[in-house]
């Protein structure tokens, strides 16, 4: 049985604990309060520019491929993975669902004869599959975003990094893989394909040839539909893993947040239940010592 020192030294290490995860929830929260304003300010230029490259590109006369952004290599060989995590951990499921969920579709594309490549944004991504994908990996970014939050700065090496792997064809189709931030209690792994561009799906609830008609523009484009889009879709790409990244940024403090909530009412709970039994443990050696006393004075 434990004696009182051993239970007052549990206590007051839990207590410390206690206190570093109440912290990291502060913290937590304080970031997430910036980030999920930042995501959410980009969300409507991310859904802009989405729709007016739907617009351009339905306008095209069907002889027109379109830049090779848009129509692709022609062939379906070699993919591209850009995936996205944390750089630290204490952030509960969040690095895990996302490192399974890429996991899940390397094995699928292995297991189509697919040539598979990696880029990472994030290290937490990159220590979990460096090991059985070493020979996989083209370029990995370990640390992103500063004391102010992730900037565009933080995208456009790998965006231009993209681009020119793509005019090498080096790969033939991109996909991105994130947490996508739902709220504070959700953050959701999605995959979205990049290269070559895929138009914007119909909304739930709404009629796909409502849709359709919306993304069909009545004006006239100049210089010209191709030149348009040769100038927005590597834009569009920046945006894109911008918009990707600042999602990441709030999921990952809304689950830190969530997660330091949830250790500290475990503290909590494990402090009572060691002071129970350290108050039972020292009732106990009181309760010894009376039994001693009164046999040693009956004794005389």
Known sequence: MPSLKDYRNRID????????????KMVAASKLKKAQEQAEANQPYTKAMAEMLARVSNSMSEDSSGP?????????????????????GLCGGFNGNIIRRAQKEIETLLAQGKDVKLVFIGSKGFDALKGQHKDRVIKAITEY???GGVSFSDVREVSRFILAEFEKETFDVCTLLYNEFKNVLSQRPVTQQLVPFKMPEAADGKDEEVEEENLLSPYTFEPGEEEILAELLP???????????????????????????SAT???????????LQYNRARQAYITKELIEIISGAEAL
């Open 265 to 275: 009412r475990n503290a909590g709970d494990v402090i009572d239940n060691l002071t």
């Open 145 to 147: 975003g500063g004391k």
């Open 235 to 261: 834009r569009n790409l920046g945006i894109q893993l911008y918009g990707a990244l600042l999602d990441s940024a709030a999921g990952e403090q809304a689950a830190r947040m969530t997660a330091m909530d």
């Open 68 to 88: 090779r952004l848009l129509s692709g290599t022609g062939r379906d060989d070699a993919h591209l993975l850009v995936i996205i995590t944390a750089n630290r």
């Open 13 to 24: 290490s839990v207590k410390s604990t206690k206190k570093i995860t109440s912290a990291m």
